[in-house]
Structure formats: C-alpha cells, structure tokens
C-alpha cells in the first residue's frame, strides 16, 4: 500500500465557533485514524526522530505498538521516559523537533507524532487505570522548586527511581505556566490535574502556597534534609517595552492577563477576577504566550485582535499550529509593525471623566528588515515618516521576560549571567554543590519541552551524584 | 489550609484576623505582606503583615471591607479555616542607620505602619508617629501607636476626634519648626502619602512610602504590581511584589499609581454588591 503523503489531520472545533468558547480547539484523532497515521511510520533503522526530542520518547518503539493498536502499550512506552505526555502531544513545536527530523518527511509530511502522543495519552487517561505504585524508597530526599514542566519532570524521574521528593510552588495549584500561562483551549487544565496526581501516585509531595527565598531558603531546604536542589521557578518577571503609555490603564503583560483568564479563571462568568474584556485589543509580540494572549483576547469577547510584531512572518516564533490557528479565528497579524507610543484617553473638560487615563490606541512604525543581527535574525529598521495609530482598548505586552531575583538575591554562590538566568553546565549543576536548575530559570522564556528537557537531564545528574 | 486563630473588630469596617502560619510567622518582618485566598474560587488579596507571634506560629493581618473578598474574610470566625496564605513577600522596612523615625499613618495603612513603629521603637530609635482617620468611627490602633511613639498626634479629617486636619498639618510644623528626622515613613492611602512627600519635599527629609498596588501572584511572575519610578528623569518600571512594597516616595508616579489603582473600580463595586446581595438572600 502507498504511503499517504499527508499526514491524518487533526479534527478541530470550528474557527468561527471556537473564537467564541474556551474548549479545546484541536479534538484528537480516532483510534482508527490513530492507527492509521501510525502506520505511515516508517520504522526506519537509526530513527532520527529520537534525537530531536528533548526527552528522548521512544517514537519508533510507541508507534510500532500504536501500530498494533495496542494503546496502552504505546503510553508505557512514553511515559518511560516523559513524565507529561497528555501535555507535551498538545503543546511541543513538534516541527521544530522531532518530526523535523522524521525520515518520511525528506519526501512527505512527517509522521504526525505528536498527534499520536496526544493520542496515547488521552486514551490512557479516559480509561480507568491502575495507580502507579510508588517505588521503594532508597533513602534520599530531593527538593524542587517550582512545579512547572522542569520540576514536574525532574520530580517524576526522580520519584520513579525510589527518591522522596517534594515539589514547592509559590502559587496556590500546581502547574506553573501549564496552569498559569497555557489556556484551557490549548491545554485543558484538567489535563494538567490529572498528569499531576499521576506524579502523586508515585509519591511525589507537592506543598503549595511556599515561595522558596521568601517563605524558606534554599539552604533552608538542605538543614531540613534534602540532599539535592532543582530550581526550576520559570521565566519570571515580564518585560516592558519602556515606550511612553505604559503606565495606562488597560495596558497589561501577556502574564497579568494570562494569568488573570488561566489561573484566576475570569474567563468565567462570575468569576471573581477582573479583566478587560471586549473593544480592540493589541498584542504585541510573536511568540506562543502573544498567540494565547491575542486568542484569549477573543474568546473574551474582543471586537478586533491585532497582533503587532516587528520582523515579519518568517522570524515569528509561535509555534506554526497556534499561528494558523489565530489566522483562522480571525486575528489580524500585522507584521513589522513596532509601537512607539500607548496613546491614553484624557478628557480636557473633566478630570472625572471615568475613562480618562485608559488606552485608546497605540501609534505604530512600520518596519523592514535590514542585516542579520547576533541572533541571526534579520533585525528590523523603522521606515522614517510610516507611523499611523491603531485604535486599541486593551495593549497586552508579550515581548518576554526576565528572570525572577527572588532565589539568587537570597541563596549565596548561586552564579547568574548577565541576564539574570542561574548559570548551569551541561548537567544542569549551578555554581552551588547539589543545586541544579533548568527551564525558564535558566534560559530565559523557552519551551515548555526544552524545560523538561532540562529537568530530565538534572535528575540524571542528581540521580548519579546522589547513588554514586 | 491556614486557621484563623483570633478575631477583633477594630472599628466598624475594619477587622484584625491572627492566622495560623508557623512559616510564615518565623520569617515574616515589619513592611512584607502576605497573599491570601478567602475560597477555592477566590481571588488572590495582598494584606500587609500587621504582626507576628513566633510562639503561636501565628500572622497577624487587619483589613477593611472593601470589596467581593474582604465582605467574605470578614464573615470568617475564630476556628474558620482559609485555604491559601502565602509569604512573607516583598523586603522588608528598611531600618539601619535610622536613629530618629517619623511615621505617618493613613487610616487602615496604620495597621502597616503599626508593626514599623513597634520595630523602630525595639531598635531604640526615637519614633514620632502621626496617625489619621477620617473621622472618630474609624480610628483604629490608638493605644498601640501611643505605647511604641515616644510622642503621637491622632488627626481626623473632621475633627470628630484628636487634632483637625489632615496627617500633613502636624507634619510641616515639625519640619517649619527645624525638626528633622533621618527618615519619614509614609503607610496610607496613595493620595495621602503624595502629600507627604510634597510636604517633607523643601526640608530634603528622606520619604519611604509603602505601595499597595493591584496584584495577583504576588511572587514575580505576572507584573500586574508595577509601579513606575523616575530616576534622573529617567522612567524606571519596578514591581512593588519583589522590587517594593517599600520605595523612595521622591522617586514614585503618584498620579499614575493612583490611575492604575481605579482600573477595576467599577467591577469592584458591583461584585462587592453582589456579594452582599447574595449573602444577605443566604442568611434570609
């Protein structure tokens, strides 16, 4: 039988119906499409799918049992060696990774992996299924901070090898940016409980409601005998263009209003959050958290959803799936475009008028691209004279974060660069003996995968230091 | 979940709440501020630590019902338990170098300010404290400010009590007078302690003020707490979360933190409504 040169595609809710609720936007196969898709795997010799992924889920392996449509087998398969699979099958650039390196995909599309990740996952987690039987414990007990996808990871393969581990969140539910940042119709937070209680099957202890530099130390944490630490507190504070405006009211960091919709769940009628809701609302930036932002934005009930990004089309960071989608549920993109300016109402007859002091639009420069910077992105140079003004309610700013000082201004000899991101070498080890760390703390606003990564190679390192 | 130990109305709308923490009670000093959740739904309130008792394991907190969340903290009963109570957070009240301290009090800024004198007063600083209130109905925390205050003047806005006037009339007869102090800390409402920093401003005393801005995490994450500074003309955004709650007041936007404060106001108003509509329709 011939290979079908596309892959199965993914059901969705849609656009016109899907701008307007909160539910998942992508639906998940069928198993007999799942069946289907998995048999256009290849099963090639040395399967350079594996290595481009950061946790080295054994792809050929999963498929072949998908294949057999032997479902569970396929998630054990996974869950060897990934921790979050219902999160990853849903949130992980996959063509950036391994399905960029899918043999198939010289001549054809890729195997949709992550497609049938997703699709194991889901099929494990709807069914009724054994708990996970903790380990024996080998006597050695690990700190973690944050439970975002770095600590998450880290905690799961450490709790799989008999370790005691407490996970310590600041906010009040586990999750970090998969609760706080991702929105229900890219992630479903149920999603999100469930891998959770999955770690707490294996004995992971998640205490909440603790900030590690504030309410306990990291030296704190060895008095109270925990052998290693893993700081995986995430990206931190958001940045600000520092333009004049951004002080008004209905100007917001892509994490403020994120979080206000996500975690304080005011996407909900009756919630007890406030948030901005209709009119016209300007993200700038083009990452993944500017596309959640600006789709949220609708969801929310928003007239008009702009994206303002600087660079163009080609150098637009989201993922490719969340930009098509943002496409299709109506947000205008407007690329090289950069705002100078959050214009800000002020009525001169009334100080009291209640809308003074709120945004009423932003004045933008257009842009084109001039050499390749140190990024090797070709860098964006203003056009003299191009400004004009975009009428905006609400500007939500997604252009990144920078690394929360909490942790480093309170655990002395914890090494940080120039940026504030906790220097590591190869294994994730800090400057600190027995302190590792990964993710956002390190890097800076990445991948929820490229976190996980991270937290899977310093549970080896931890692994191997402590049972040396 | 975190226990409510103790119980005192301290007027009519404000309520002090001791809350069992052993964490955060160890580590907790005067100026950090705590985040709590009233419900699983709740939202998340900053409440500045109002004090400490290390033995209990306990946090004290004082609040005025203002909105949604207050109207339900304040229906809370000794033995009631509250299912989030995270801290301490922020830095702490800056104290060294600082041998003779004015503290100005804003009606229910004073139970931050409250802690701040007392811990001037254990470092055996010469602490001066000038509280006001609106009116008399609204005076909270007399005694206390008098046994820490090595001198107090009580104002109130209509001289239903105390001196007549506002927190600033005492304030520029001292410095008029020539009396300067090291440093003027300022806890109140943001108008207020704009007025003190324009009037400590021609003696060149040194102003702290304590922000109170809009915030969710409270940790460093969302940015919703930023306030802006100008430094050498220069403007500066900083988080009052991890940067603050503590600032220079020379250096503050006041009339933007006052903007950015009455963003929600209205949805404020209505869910307090709400809420009290609802909960009266329960106890009918």
Known sequence: MPIDPKKHEMPTQDPSVRAHNFSEVALGYTAEVAVEEAKRCLACKNSPCVSGCPVNVDIPGFIAKMKEGDFEAAYAVIRKTSSLPAVCGRVCPQETQCESKCTLGIRFEPVGIGRLERFAADHHNSRVSERFNPPDFNGRRVAIVGSGPSGLTCAGDLARHGFKVTVFEALHLAGGVLVYGIPEFRLPKSIVAREVETLKELGVDIETNVVIGRTLTVDELFEMGYEAVFIGSGAGLPNFMNIPGEGLKGVYSANEFLTRSNLMKAYLDHSATPIMKGGAVCVVGGGNVAMDAARTALRLGADKVFIVYRRSMEELPARREEVEHAIEEGVDFRLLNNPVEILGYTNPDDPRDPKNGFVKGVRIIKMQLGEPDASGRRSPVPIEGSEYVLDADTVIMAIGTSPNPLIKSTTAGLEVNRKGGIIVGEDGLSSRENVYAGGDAVTGAATVISAMGAGKRAAKAIMEKLLK | ?284
């Open chain 2, 1 to 284: 979940m975190f226990r409510i130990l103790h119980r005192r109305e301290l007027n009519d709308t404000v309520t002090e709440l001791s809350i069992h923490a052993p964490l955060v009670a160890r580590k907790a000093k005067p100026g950090q501020f705590i985040i709590l959740r009233v419900n699983e739904e709740g939202e998340r309130i900053p409440l500045t630590v109002a004090g400490v008792d290390r033995d209990e394991g306990s946090v004290k907190i004082i609040f005025q019902v203002v909105g949604a969340t207050t109207e339900l903290l304040n229906r809370k009963r000794e033995g009631d338990l509250i299912p989030d109570f995270v801290g301490p957070l922020g830095i702490p009240t800056h104290t060294e170098g600082i041998n003779k301290v004015l503290i100005v009090g804003g009606g229910v800024g004073c139970a931050i300010a409250l802690p701040v004198a007392e811990e001037f007063k254990r470092l055996g600083a010469e602490v001066t404290s000038v509280i006001g209130f609106r009116s008399k109905e609204l005076l909270i925390l007399e005694d206390e400010f008098r046994a820490c205050s090595d001198r107090l003047a009580v104002m109130t806005d209509d001289g239903s009590y105390g001196r007549h006037g506002n927190v600033t009339v005492p304030l520029k007869e001292m410095l008029e007078a020539g009396e300067r102090f090291d440093r003027i800390i300022a806890i109140g409402p943001l108008v207020m302690m704009k007025f003190v920093v324009l009037a400590a401003k021609p003696y060149g005393v040194p102003v702290t003020v304590s922000m109170n801005p809009i915030m969710i995490d409270g940790t460093g994450m969302c940015g919703g707490c930023r306030v802006t500074l100008v430094k050498d003309g220069k403007r500066v955004t900083k988080f009052a979360c991890v940067d603050g709650p503590d600032f220079d007041g020379y250096e503050i936007d006041f009339d933007e933190a006052i903007s950015r404060g009455r963003m929600y106001r209205d949805f404020e108003r209505r869910a307090h409504e709400e809420t009290c509509n609802l909960l009266k329709k329960a106890e009918v």
